[in-house]
């Protein structure tokens, strides 16, 4: 399967912990896009990468949220001191950096914080 | 005010009917739009462009209306597989800032 990988796919942890997930883009494309979905929502947008670059955070990513893209491939979310409302899918897409490039979405780390 | 505004149904249909969805955005500014479809529990995938001169693509029919910023989607013939949450997405610019999500509209068809 060539497209989009995230890991892992469920997470429970409790309150006060740390967690991270994984995303594994299709392999030429050179941006990243990590987004959340709650229940009943759209996804919302997180952060994005082009490369090794983060160029873009939202205001829904607070001081407690990380996101890296070490060597322009894989990227990590982190959550520090995890809680409730965190619980969520978390979500992460990839395109090229042409125009118009269709952004592709990994499966989703359903994340549920007791 | 939300930025990208539907319906969120749910929307139940018999096979074969005809199902239109509509959805609003806010940003007058946006200049590339979507319809995505997310099946329970999965990821969204891209269902269609929007284009403003309206473009349709077998049974699924989407339209551009840029001046009462305003987007549809039109379904006809409706099949079981069809059961499925539609999102609406409306982007700033047409390169590859970030998607701009609606809720979603939930369609069942039903035998």
């Known amino acids: 399967d060539t497209g989009v990988s995230q890991d892992p796919r469920h997470k429970i942890t409790k309150r006060g912990q740390n967690v991270t997930f994984r995303c594994d883009p299709i392999s030429e494309h050179n941006r990243l896009y990590w987004y959340r979905q709650t229940l009943g929502q759209g996804p919302e947008f997180l952060t994005y990468?082009?490369?090794?670059?983060?160029?873009?955070k939202s205001r829904l990513l607070s001081d407690r949220f990380s996101a890296e893209r070490p060597k322009g491939s894989f990227s990590t979310l982190e959550i520090q001191r995890t809680e409730q409302g965190d619980s969520a899918m978390y979500l992460c897409?990839?395109?090229?950096?042409?125009?118009?490039?269709?952004?592709?979405f990994g499966p989703g780390t359903r994340l549920t914080v007791l | 005010r939300k930025e990208v505004e539907q319906d969120p149904g749910p929307f139940n249909v018999p096979e074969g009917a005809t199902v239109a969805f509509n959805c609003t955005y806010s940003?007058?500014?946006?200049?590339?739009f979507f319809w995505y479809r997310q099946d329970c529990r999965k990821e969204p995938k891209l269902l269609m462009s929007v284009y403003s001169s309206g473009n349709e693509d077998g049974r699924f029919t989407a339209q551009l209306n840029r001046a009462s910023q305003y987007i549809s989607l039109l379904i006809r013939d409706s099949k079981l597989s069809d059961s499925a949450t539609y999102l609406c997405v409306v982007k700033l610019d047409s390169g590859n800032t970030p998607l701009v999500f609606g809720k979603g509209t939930r369609l069942s068809v039903i035998a």
């Open positions: 897409a990839s395109s090229l950096e042409a125009r118009r490039s269709e952004q592709f």
């Open positions: 990468f082009q490369n090794e670059a983060q160029l873009e």
């Open positions: 940003n007058s500014a946006s200049q590339s």
